[in-house]
């Protein structure tokens, strides 16, 4: 099991992040989650001290982003790089510039094809399951959960009223999803698109865990 790379991805407070981690710790491996941007930073050479701060602003400003560049090119995903042709044609019509986002996207993609090339891992967020398609220890995961349950924990887990909680939840799905459909070509949380999906709701945190530790072994078999 040492030698699988596990991808997590997530509905927002559905604990994924937790059973990243204590996936990592029954497995013996390391888990990359945050870390990823600092990392992203250093080898790209972006300010560590302001990057996430610029990660929020680019958070702010994607989906208006995203919203102007469907209407111009509706059926054209452009992608980080402007690695196919027609999207960079699309992008010089419409007057797109490579941005923040594009760059830090392509940086942590970097850094991501690293640390999986370095042996097992458990690597939450940051499209790190498509990324890694191709690598044949891959495990891409999604994590979700019932949306009153995830209201609760992230009620819980940030100490905040349940009205604001509920608002946060919504926000950063759509945030995710669309993040994900933009660098992707593919609909987030779709169970076609991962290996494996569960719901927390129904196994917990350390159910989950276990579910993919049983994938990950009868995979080996």
């Known amino acids: 099991m040492g030698e699988a790379v596990i991808t ?3 509905e927002y407070g559905s604990g994924g992040r937790d059973v990243g981690r204590l996936l990592a710790e029954e497995l013996g491996i390391p888990v990359f989650d945050d870390e990823i ?4 930073t250093e080898k790209s050479g972006m300010c560590s001290a302001s990057i996430a701060k610029r990660d929020e602003k680019i958070k702010s400003k994607f989906l208006q982003n995203l919203q102007r560049l469907s209407m111009n090119v509706p059926s054209i995903r452009i992608p ?3 690695s196919s042709h ?5 992008a010089a019509k419409t007057g797109y510039k490579k941005t923040d986002a594009d760059e830090l996207f392509q940086a942590q993609a970097n850094v991501i094809r690293e640390i999986a090339a370095s042996g097992g891992c458990v690597i939450v ?9 191709e690598n044949p220890k891959l495990l891409s995961v999604f994590i979700r959960g019932d949306f009153e349950d995830r209201v609760r924990r992230t009620v819980e887990t940030y100490n905040m009223p349940e009205k604001d909680a509920a608002g946060n939840v919504k926000k950063v799905d759509k ?3 669309n ?3 933009f660098y992707t070509g593919q609909q987030w949380g779709v169970a076609g698109n991962y290996d494996l999906t569960i719901n927390t709701s129904y196994v917990g945190i350390p159910g989950a865990v276990s579910v993919i530790k049983a994938m990950i072994a009868a ?3």
């Open 8 to 10: 997590i991805s997530r």
């Open 37 to 40: 941007i600092y990392m992203a």
């Open 80 to 82: 980080s790089g402007y």
């Open 86 to 90: 027609a999207a960079a044609t699309a």
């Open 125 to 133: 967020g940051r499209c790190s399951g498509y990324i890694l398609r």
């Open 175 to 177: 945030y995710r999803s």
């Open 179 to 181: 993040h994900y459909q």
């Open 219 to 221: 995979k080996e078999v």
